[in-house]
């Protein structure tokens, strides 16, 4: 879909969740499967030794059964976003018993685990709320992981549906825009 210049930001957040929404949990966790088979054949997923991802949430794609996978095959170091006063911190964790429920609502890693340079990250999971085929991206609206981006080296992946995908999205200069985005049935590079 073509969004117009004018649209803003929040109208696009709320049509892009609507749509989410309205998918089946079944479709949903069809395409989560999908997505995730096709972000684990990328060859700079298999190249990568230390892989940040978000910890999904019900409508966002489903990173927790990678997560699972990779900490016990112990084949790549997971390391997974924490909001500390208003920024992303990088932590590693060695199980999934490192999470707890955190700002958010959302799974963060515990106190204890070891805090991780964003330089050293060969590859960074992004969710988002909406994608543009030209890699854009939109957040939920806070800025965090356009600030963690800033300056790093490893490789960015967009994870959503189809639903989520426009041909570009609203963005200004301080907005990153990712390498890939992997959809249910399409990669764009």
């Known amino acids: 879909m073509i969004l117009p210049a004018s649209s ?3 109208t696009v957040r709320e ?36 892989i940040c991802t978000y910890v999904s949430t019900e409508y966002e ?3 927790i059964e990678l997560i699972k996978s990779e900490l016990l095959l112990q084949r790549k170091r997971i390391i997974v976003p924490k ?8 932590y590693e964790i060695t199980s999934i018993s490192d999470l707890c429920v955190g700002k958010f609502g959302i ?9 991780i340079n964003p330089r050293d990250v060969d590859l960074f999971l992004i969710p988002g709320i909406a ?12 800025g965090y992981y356009d600030q963690l981006l800033q300056g790093v080296s490893g490789t960015t992946i967009g994870l959503c549906y189809n639903a989520q995908i426009y041909t570009s ?7 990153v825009q990712l390498d890939i985005i992997v959809t249910e049935t399409e990669i764009f590079v």
């Open 8 to 10: 803003d930001k929040q």
């Open 15 to 50: 049509e892009a969740q609507k749509k989410v929404f309205s998918l089946s949990k079944i479709y949903r966790q069809e395409a989560d499967i999908k997505i995730n088979a096709a972000l684990t054949k990328l060859s700079q997923y298999d190249h990568s030794q230390i």
């Open 61 to 63: 794609i489903d990173t």
């Open 83 to 90: 909001i500390h006063s208003q920024i992303i911190q990088l």
């Open 107 to 115: 799974q963060e890693p515990i106190d204890t685990c070891t805090r």
């Open 131 to 142: 994608f543009g085929k030209d890699k854009t991206r939109m957040g939920r609206g806070k």
């Open 169 to 175: 999205v609203v963005h200004d200069a301080k907005d």
